[in-house]
Protein backbone atom coordinates (compact mmCIF):
# COMPACT_ATOMS: atom_id res chain seq x y z
CA UNK A 1 0.00 0.00 0.00
CA UNK A 2 1.25 3.47 -0.66
CA UNK A 3 0.39 7.03 0.06
CA UNK A 4 -0.93 8.20 -4.11
CA UNK A 5 -1.00 12.03 -4.82
CA UNK A 6 -1.78 12.17 -8.79
CA UNK A 7 32.76 -6.21 2.23
CA UNK A 8 31.04 -10.17 2.01
CA UNK A 9 32.18 -12.70 5.19
CA UNK A 10 33.20 -16.78 3.76
CA UNK A 11 31.56 -19.55 5.26
CA UNK A 12 34.93 -21.38 7.14
CA UNK A 13 36.02 -24.61 5.83
CA UNK A 14 35.08 -27.52 8.58
CA UNK A 15 37.46 -28.67 10.58
CA UNK A 16 35.73 -31.89 10.91
CA UNK A 17 32.31 -33.42 10.47
CA UNK A 18 31.43 -31.76 13.55
CA UNK A 19 33.40 -28.19 14.14
CA UNK A 20 33.35 -25.57 12.11
CA UNK A 21 35.96 -22.33 13.17
CA UNK A 22 33.76 -19.70 14.71
CA UNK A 23 33.96 -16.68 12.78
CA UNK A 24 35.71 -13.68 14.33
CA UNK A 25 34.04 -11.33 17.14
CA UNK A 26 34.20 -7.98 15.48
CA UNK A 27 36.82 -5.78 16.16
CA UNK A 28 36.20 -2.48 18.71
CA UNK A 29 36.04 -0.25 15.45
CA UNK A 30 33.95 -2.33 13.60
CA UNK A 31 31.53 -2.02 16.09
CA UNK A 32 31.98 1.43 17.12
CA UNK A 33 31.72 2.43 12.90
CA UNK A 34 28.09 0.21 13.28
CA UNK A 35 26.94 2.71 16.30
CA UNK A 36 27.86 5.52 15.37
CA UNK A 37 26.09 4.53 11.42
CA UNK A 38 23.08 3.77 13.47
CA UNK A 39 22.80 7.04 15.86
CA UNK A 40 23.34 9.45 12.95
CA UNK A 41 20.93 7.27 10.74
CA UNK A 42 18.17 7.27 13.31
CA UNK A 43 18.63 11.00 14.35
CA UNK A 44 18.52 12.01 11.09
CA UNK A 45 15.58 10.43 9.94
CA UNK A 46 13.48 10.94 13.18
CA UNK A 47 14.19 14.57 13.96
CA UNK A 48 13.91 15.68 10.54
CA UNK A 49 10.89 14.22 10.04
CA UNK A 50 9.55 15.79 12.83
CA UNK A 51 10.77 19.31 11.79
CA UNK A 52 9.14 19.31 8.83
CA UNK A 53 6.09 18.28 10.33
CA UNK A 54 5.62 15.01 9.50
CA UNK A 55 7.08 12.32 11.38
CA UNK A 56 8.84 8.61 11.69
CA UNK A 57 9.16 5.77 13.92
CA UNK A 58 12.46 3.91 14.65
CA UNK A 59 10.44 0.53 13.11
CA UNK A 60 10.14 2.29 9.79
CA UNK A 61 13.85 3.32 10.03
CA UNK A 62 15.00 -0.40 10.99
CA UNK A 63 12.99 -1.50 7.86
CA UNK A 64 14.24 0.88 5.34
CA UNK A 65 17.69 2.74 6.18
CA UNK A 66 19.09 0.26 8.06
CA UNK A 67 18.15 -2.42 6.27
CA UNK A 68 21.11 -3.83 4.23
CA UNK A 69 23.81 -1.52 4.79
CA UNK A 70 27.41 -2.01 4.14
CA UNK A 71 28.20 -5.79 5.31
CA UNK A 72 31.11 -5.87 7.50
CA UNK A 73 28.10 -3.71 9.69
CA UNK A 74 24.90 -4.70 8.72
CA UNK A 75 24.48 -7.40 11.25
CA UNK A 76 25.45 -4.92 14.07
CA UNK A 77 22.88 -1.84 12.82
CA UNK A 78 20.43 -4.49 13.21
CA UNK A 79 21.14 -5.32 17.01
CA UNK A 80 22.81 -2.63 18.92
CA UNK A 81 20.02 -0.89 20.99
CA UNK A 82 19.50 2.37 20.44
CA UNK A 83 17.70 4.95 22.75
CA UNK A 84 15.96 8.20 21.38
CA UNK A 85 16.05 11.34 22.99
CA UNK A 86 14.69 15.04 22.65
CA UNK A 87 17.73 16.40 20.66
CA UNK A 88 20.23 13.27 21.00
CA UNK A 89 20.44 9.52 19.99
CA UNK A 90 22.45 7.40 21.37
CA UNK A 91 24.12 3.27 20.76
CA UNK A 92 25.69 1.56 23.03
CA UNK A 93 28.48 -0.52 21.75
CA UNK A 94 31.34 -1.19 24.03
CA UNK A 95 30.38 -1.70 27.63
CA UNK A 96 33.32 0.18 29.20
CA UNK A 97 32.86 3.19 26.59
CA UNK A 98 30.23 5.50 26.48
CA UNK A 99 27.46 4.94 23.85
CA UNK A 100 28.01 6.51 20.27
CA UNK A 101 26.10 9.77 20.16
CA UNK A 102 24.26 11.98 17.16
CA UNK A 103 23.44 15.45 18.21
CA UNK A 104 20.52 17.53 16.77
CA UNK A 105 20.91 21.32 16.31
CA UNK A 106 17.94 23.46 14.88
CA UNK A 107 18.87 24.52 10.98
CA UNK A 108 21.35 22.35 11.08
CA UNK A 109 20.45 18.01 11.34
CA UNK A 110 22.18 15.80 13.50
CA UNK A 111 26.05 15.57 13.77
CA UNK A 112 27.41 12.46 15.05
CA UNK A 113 30.14 13.11 17.62
CA UNK A 114 33.57 11.33 18.42
CA UNK A 115 34.02 7.74 19.88
CA UNK A 116 34.23 8.34 23.62
CA UNK A 117 31.83 11.94 23.53
CA UNK A 118 29.84 11.33 26.69
CA UNK A 119 28.20 15.01 26.98
CA UNK A 120 24.26 15.38 27.10
CA UNK A 121 22.32 17.82 24.49
CA UNK A 122 19.17 18.95 26.39
CA UNK A 123 18.18 21.74 23.54
CA UNK A 124 14.46 20.51 21.70
CA UNK A 125 13.13 21.26 18.28
CA UNK A 126 12.34 24.75 17.15
CA UNK A 127 8.64 25.55 16.06
CA UNK A 128 7.78 24.88 12.40
CA UNK A 129 9.02 27.26 10.11
CA UNK A 130 6.80 29.38 7.69
CA UNK A 131 4.44 27.22 5.37
CA UNK A 132 7.10 25.99 2.61
CA UNK A 133 6.64 28.23 -0.81
CA UNK A 134 3.53 27.39 -2.81
CA UNK A 135 4.66 24.18 -4.93
CA UNK A 136 3.62 23.45 -8.29
CA UNK A 137 0.01 22.51 -9.20
CA UNK A 138 -0.88 18.55 -10.06
CA UNK A 139 -1.65 18.48 -13.48
CA UNK A 140 -2.78 16.08 -16.57
CA UNK A 141 0.74 14.97 -18.23
CA UNK A 142 1.11 16.15 -21.61
CA UNK A 143 1.58 12.72 -23.24
CA UNK A 144 0.53 9.21 -22.77
CA UNK A 145 -0.82 9.34 -19.34
CA UNK A 146 -1.21 4.57 -18.91
CA UNK A 147 2.31 5.06 -19.97
CA UNK A 148 3.86 7.59 -17.23
CA UNK A 149 1.00 5.94 -14.45
CA UNK A 150 2.55 2.24 -15.44
CA UNK A 151 6.39 3.19 -15.58
CA UNK A 152 5.68 4.71 -12.20
CA UNK A 153 4.16 1.36 -10.59
CA UNK A 154 6.75 -0.47 -11.77
CA UNK A 155 9.49 1.52 -10.00
CA UNK A 156 7.33 0.47 -6.84
CA UNK A 157 7.23 -3.10 -7.72
CA UNK A 158 10.81 -4.11 -8.70
CA UNK A 159 10.06 -3.48 -12.26
CA UNK A 160 13.82 -1.49 -12.61
CA UNK A 161 15.19 -3.78 -10.20
CA UNK A 162 14.51 -6.82 -8.17
CA UNK A 163 15.02 -6.11 -4.29
CA UNK A 164 15.21 -2.33 -5.25
CA UNK A 165 13.09 -0.59 -2.01
CA UNK A 166 11.50 2.96 -4.10
CA UNK A 167 10.50 5.50 -1.69
CA UNK A 168 9.31 8.46 -3.64
CA UNK A 169 8.59 9.38 -7.20
CA UNK A 170 7.89 12.77 -8.44
CA UNK A 171 8.10 14.24 -12.17
CA UNK A 172 7.55 18.05 -12.80
CA UNK A 173 6.72 18.32 -16.54
CA UNK A 174 6.76 22.36 -17.52
CA UNK A 175 6.73 23.28 -13.87
CA UNK A 176 3.13 20.96 -12.89
CA UNK A 177 3.48 17.89 -11.27
CA UNK A 178 2.56 15.14 -13.48
CA UNK A 179 3.47 12.34 -11.19
CA UNK A 180 3.86 11.91 -7.26
CA UNK A 181 3.25 8.76 -5.54
CA UNK A 182 5.51 7.73 -2.07
CA UNK A 183 5.57 4.26 -0.58
CA UNK A 184 3.72 3.24 2.75
CA UNK A 185 5.17 5.94 6.00
CA UNK A 186 6.83 8.14 3.58
CA UNK A 187 5.26 11.47 2.18
CA UNK A 188 5.41 15.45 1.30
CA UNK A 189 6.90 15.92 4.51
CA UNK A 190 8.92 12.69 5.18
CA UNK A 191 13.22 13.92 4.62
CA UNK A 192 15.38 10.93 3.38
CA UNK A 193 19.39 10.96 3.19
CA UNK A 194 20.70 12.39 -0.14
CA UNK A 195 23.73 10.48 -0.12
CA UNK A 196 25.73 11.51 -3.24
CA UNK A 197 23.49 13.86 -4.53
CA UNK A 198 24.43 16.43 -1.83
CA UNK A 199 27.58 16.83 -4.25
CA UNK A 200 25.67 17.79 -6.54
CA UNK A 201 23.88 20.75 -4.14
CA UNK A 202 27.64 21.25 -3.07
CA UNK A 203 28.57 22.77 -6.91
CA UNK A 204 25.01 24.39 -6.54
CA UNK A 205 26.26 26.26 -3.31
CA UNK A 206 29.66 26.87 -5.33
CA UNK A 207 27.95 27.97 -7.94
CA UNK A 208 26.14 30.61 -5.81
CA UNK A 209 29.13 31.87 -4.38
CA UNK A 210 30.98 32.09 -7.86
CA UNK A 211 28.08 34.49 -8.72
CA UNK A 212 28.97 36.78 -5.35
CA UNK A 213 32.20 36.99 -6.86
CA UNK A 214 33.52 35.15 -3.63
CA UNK A 215 35.01 32.08 -5.71
CA UNK A 216 36.41 31.28 -8.74
CA UNK A 217 36.37 27.82 -10.10
CA UNK A 218 39.77 28.18 -12.19
CA UNK A 219 41.68 29.17 -9.08
CA UNK A 220 43.78 27.40 -6.51
CA UNK A 221 41.50 25.60 -3.59
CA UNK A 222 41.46 27.61 -1.26
CA UNK A 223 43.14 24.72 1.26
CA UNK A 224 45.23 25.85 4.44
CA UNK A 225 47.58 22.68 4.71
CA UNK A 226 47.97 22.82 1.53
CA UNK A 227 50.17 26.25 1.62
CA UNK A 228 53.40 25.14 2.63
CA UNK A 229 56.10 25.84 0.15
CA UNK A 230 57.02 22.96 -1.67
CA UNK A 231 53.60 21.23 -1.65
CA UNK A 232 52.31 20.36 -4.75
CA UNK A 233 48.75 19.65 -4.09
CA UNK A 234 48.54 24.00 -3.77
CA UNK A 235 48.22 24.03 -7.80
CA UNK A 236 45.11 21.89 -7.24
CA UNK A 237 42.18 24.01 -8.53
CA UNK A 238 37.94 24.58 -7.05
CA UNK A 239 37.39 22.81 -10.63
CA UNK A 240 39.33 19.88 -10.44
CA UNK A 241 37.58 19.15 -7.25
CA UNK A 242 34.19 19.32 -8.50
CA UNK A 243 35.19 17.15 -11.38
CA UNK A 244 36.84 14.44 -9.33
CA UNK A 245 40.11 15.23 -11.31
CA UNK A 246 42.47 16.52 -8.12
CA UNK A 247 44.74 13.62 -8.04
CA UNK A 248 44.43 12.49 -4.48
CA UNK A 249 44.29 9.33 -3.08
CA UNK A 250 41.47 8.73 -0.56
CA UNK A 251 40.17 6.15 2.36
CA UNK A 252 39.28 3.51 -0.33
CA UNK A 253 39.17 3.33 -4.54
CA UNK A 254 35.88 5.64 -4.76
CA UNK A 255 33.48 6.13 -2.09
CA UNK A 256 34.30 5.29 1.12
CA UNK A 257 34.46 7.73 4.42
CA UNK A 258 33.63 5.93 7.18
CA UNK A 259 35.53 7.90 9.81
CA UNK A 260 34.53 11.05 8.16
CA UNK A 261 30.57 9.92 7.72
CA UNK A 262 29.95 8.20 10.80
CA UNK A 263 33.31 7.64 13.07
CA UNK A 264 32.93 11.36 14.46
CA UNK A 265 36.79 12.25 12.52
CA UNK A 266 36.62 16.26 11.91
CA UNK A 267 36.84 16.57 7.86
CA UNK A 268 39.42 19.48 8.05
CA UNK A 269 40.98 16.72 10.59
CA UNK A 270 41.79 13.57 7.49
CA UNK A 271 40.82 15.22 3.96
CA UNK A 272 43.67 17.49 3.36
CA UNK A 273 45.79 14.98 4.65
CA UNK A 274 45.76 12.62 1.35
CA UNK A 275 48.86 13.01 -0.85
CA UNK A 276 48.88 13.14 -4.42
CA UNK A 277 48.85 10.16 -6.74
CA UNK A 278 48.42 11.50 -10.33
CA UNK A 279 49.05 15.05 -11.63
CA UNK A 280 46.08 17.07 -11.05
CA UNK A 281 43.58 16.95 -14.00
CA UNK A 282 44.50 13.96 -15.62
CA UNK A 283 42.37 11.50 -13.50
CA UNK A 284 39.05 10.78 -12.81
CA UNK A 285 38.68 9.01 -9.26
CA UNK A 286 35.35 9.23 -7.74
CA UNK A 287 36.13 10.67 -4.37
CA UNK A 288 33.71 12.32 -1.25
CA UNK A 289 36.75 13.35 0.00
CA UNK A 290 37.47 15.87 -3.61
CA UNK A 291 33.93 17.59 -2.62
CA UNK A 292 34.67 17.84 1.35
CA UNK A 293 37.62 19.55 -0.09
CA UNK A 294 35.54 21.97 -2.14
CA UNK A 295 33.39 22.47 0.12
CA UNK A 296 36.37 23.18 2.76
CA UNK A 297 37.74 25.92 0.04
CA UNK A 298 34.81 28.61 0.20
CA UNK A 299 34.09 27.43 4.32
CA UNK A 300 35.31 31.04 4.92
CA UNK A 301 31.64 32.54 2.82
CA UNK A 302 29.67 30.29 5.04
CA UNK A 303 29.27 32.74 8.37
CA UNK A 304 27.33 34.96 5.66
CA UNK A 305 26.15 32.48 3.09
CA UNK A 306 25.27 29.75 4.97
CA UNK A 307 23.38 26.79 2.65
CA UNK A 308 20.77 27.00 4.62
CA UNK A 309 20.03 30.56 3.07
CA UNK A 310 20.55 29.04 -0.85
CA UNK A 311 18.07 26.11 0.61
CA UNK A 312 15.25 28.98 2.22
CA UNK A 313 15.62 31.13 -1.42
CA UNK A 314 14.63 28.15 -3.25
CA UNK A 315 12.14 27.36 -1.18
CA UNK A 316 13.35 23.97 0.30
CA UNK A 317 12.42 25.16 3.85
CA UNK A 318 12.72 20.84 4.48
CA UNK A 319 16.35 20.70 4.47
CA UNK A 320 18.84 20.16 5.83
CA UNK A 321 22.71 20.31 5.44
CA UNK A 322 24.62 18.80 8.19
CA UNK A 323 27.91 19.01 9.62
CA UNK A 324 30.63 17.03 11.47
CA UNK A 325 31.11 18.09 15.34
CA UNK A 326 33.64 20.57 14.64
CA UNK A 327 31.47 22.34 12.13
CA UNK A 328 32.53 21.27 9.02
CA UNK A 329 29.53 20.86 6.73
CA UNK A 330 29.59 16.85 4.33
CA UNK A 331 28.22 18.20 1.72
CA UNK A 332 29.33 15.22 0.02
CA UNK A 333 26.50 13.04 1.36
CA UNK A 334 25.00 14.03 4.44
CA UNK A 335 22.36 16.48 3.20
CA UNK A 336 18.44 15.36 4.42
CA UNK A 337 15.66 16.72 2.48
CA UNK A 338 12.25 15.85 0.71
CA UNK A 339 11.41 14.22 -2.79
CA UNK A 340 9.53 17.93 -2.93
CA UNK A 341 12.68 19.81 -2.39
CA UNK A 342 14.60 17.97 -4.58
CA UNK A 343 11.80 19.20 -7.56
CA UNK A 344 12.90 22.48 -6.47
CA UNK A 345 16.71 21.94 -6.41
CA UNK A 346 15.18 20.41 -10.19
CA UNK A 347 14.02 23.20 -11.42
CA UNK A 348 16.93 25.68 -10.30
CA UNK A 349 18.62 24.25 -13.58
CA UNK A 350 15.80 24.09 -16.09
CA UNK A 351 15.70 27.48 -15.28
CA UNK A 352 19.44 28.28 -15.91
CA UNK A 353 19.83 29.60 -11.94
CA UNK A 354 17.10 31.81 -12.01
CA UNK A 355 14.67 31.45 -9.37
CA UNK A 356 11.55 34.31 -9.35
CA UNK A 357 13.88 36.48 -11.86
CA UNK A 358 16.76 36.57 -9.55
CA UNK A 359 19.62 34.98 -10.96
CA UNK A 360 20.81 32.87 -8.13
CA UNK A 361 24.01 31.21 -10.19
CA UNK A 362 26.24 32.68 -12.57
CA UNK A 363 25.05 32.91 -16.39
CA UNK A 364 25.71 29.81 -18.26
CA UNK A 365 26.58 27.44 -14.79
CA UNK A 366 24.23 24.83 -16.52
CA UNK A 367 26.41 24.46 -19.36
CA UNK A 368 29.49 24.49 -16.85
CA UNK A 369 28.09 21.69 -14.58
CA UNK A 370 27.42 19.35 -17.90
CA UNK A 371 30.47 20.07 -19.67
CA UNK A 372 32.49 16.24 -19.92
CA UNK A 373 36.00 18.65 -19.21
CA UNK A 374 39.20 16.87 -18.25
CA UNK A 375 39.36 12.76 -17.47
CA UNK A 376 35.89 11.13 -17.98
CA UNK A 377 34.79 7.61 -16.38
CA UNK A 378 34.02 4.29 -17.71
CA UNK A 379 30.51 3.07 -17.74
CA UNK A 380 27.43 4.50 -18.29
CA UNK A 381 27.49 8.00 -17.74
CA UNK A 382 29.92 10.65 -17.93
CA UNK A 383 30.97 13.27 -15.08
CA UNK A 384 30.84 16.88 -15.59
CA UNK A 385 31.44 19.46 -12.43
CA UNK A 386 29.58 17.94 -9.76
CA UNK A 387 27.34 16.07 -11.98
CA UNK A 388 26.56 13.11 -14.03
CA UNK A 389 26.20 12.96 -17.74
CA UNK A 390 23.42 11.27 -19.67
CA UNK A 391 24.98 12.08 -23.25
CA UNK A 392 25.37 8.50 -23.76
CA UNK A 393 21.91 7.25 -22.90
CA UNK A 394 19.55 5.97 -26.01
CA UNK A 395 16.66 7.78 -25.71
CA UNK A 396 17.60 10.44 -23.09
CA UNK A 397 18.33 13.62 -24.72
CA UNK A 398 21.89 14.86 -24.62
CA UNK A 399 22.06 17.59 -22.27
CA UNK A 400 20.30 15.61 -19.43
CA UNK A 401 22.19 15.51 -16.53
CA UNK A 402 21.67 13.62 -13.26
CA UNK A 403 22.78 14.15 -9.21
CA UNK A 404 22.94 10.28 -7.78
CA UNK A 405 23.04 8.86 -4.45
CA UNK A 406 23.99 5.57 -2.43
CA UNK A 407 20.75 3.50 -1.81
CA UNK A 408 19.05 4.63 -4.88
CA UNK A 409 18.79 9.05 -4.50
CA UNK A 410 18.53 10.35 -8.29
CA UNK A 411 17.56 13.62 -9.59
CA UNK A 412 17.41 13.93 -13.54
CA UNK A 413 16.92 17.10 -15.27
CA UNK A 414 15.83 16.92 -19.20
CA UNK A 415 16.31 20.82 -20.00
CA UNK A 416 15.38 20.22 -23.59
CA UNK A 417 12.19 18.74 -22.21
CA UNK A 418 11.80 20.94 -19.13
CA UNK A 419 11.24 17.92 -17.17
CA UNK A 420 12.79 16.83 -14.03
CA UNK A 421 12.60 13.47 -12.38
CA UNK A 422 13.34 12.60 -8.56
CA UNK A 423 13.12 8.98 -7.64
CA UNK A 424 13.76 8.28 -3.55
CA UNK A 425 15.20 4.62 -2.21
CA UNK A 426 16.51 3.08 0.39
CA UNK A 427 17.60 0.52 -1.92
CA UNK A 428 20.04 -2.89 -0.18
CA UNK A 429 23.40 -3.21 -0.85
CA UNK A 430 23.53 -4.94 -3.95
CA UNK A 431 19.99 -4.23 -5.27
CA UNK A 432 19.89 -1.59 -8.12
CA UNK A 433 17.50 1.20 -9.42
CA UNK A 434 17.90 1.05 -13.16
CA UNK A 435 17.16 4.59 -13.38
CA UNK A 436 18.38 4.93 -16.70
CA UNK A 437 15.56 2.50 -17.86
CA UNK A 438 13.07 4.11 -16.11
CA UNK A 439 14.25 7.63 -17.19
CA UNK A 440 13.55 6.50 -20.92
CA UNK A 441 9.92 4.97 -19.88
CA UNK A 442 8.99 8.07 -18.17
CA UNK A 443 10.03 10.57 -21.18
CA UNK A 444 8.74 7.96 -23.45
CA UNK A 445 5.27 9.01 -22.20
CA UNK A 446 5.43 12.89 -22.08
CA UNK A 447 5.33 14.65 -25.13
Known amino acids: MRTLILVAALAAAPLSAHAQTPAPAPSPPVR????????????????????????????????????????EIDAL????????????????????????????????????????????????????????????????????????????????????????????????????????????????????????????????????????????????????????????????????????ASGLTSDTAGNRTDALYFGGVGIDEQAPTWPLIARPGTRYRYANNDTLLAV????????????????????????????????????????????????????????DGVVDGERILPEGWRDYVSRPAGPQPAGEQGYGATFWLMNQSEGVPADTISANGNRGQYVIIVPSRDIVIVRRGEDPTGKRFDFIAFTRDVLAALE
Open 32 to 71: AMAAGYKALTVCSALKTAEAAGGSRTLESVEANELVGVYP
Open 77 to 244: VREMPVQIYPARVAVAWDDDMPPRSAVWRPGRGCMIMPVGWSGEQIAVLPPRPPADAAFPAAAEPRGNVALLNEAVEQAFEGGYGEGANTTAVLVLQADRVVAEEYALGFGVDTPQRTWSVGKSIAGTIIGAAVHRGEADVTAPAAIADWRREGDPRAAITLDQLMRM
Open 296 to 351: LAIAPTFERHPPAELFRRLGMNDTWAETDWRGNYMLSSQVWTTARDLARFGRLYLN
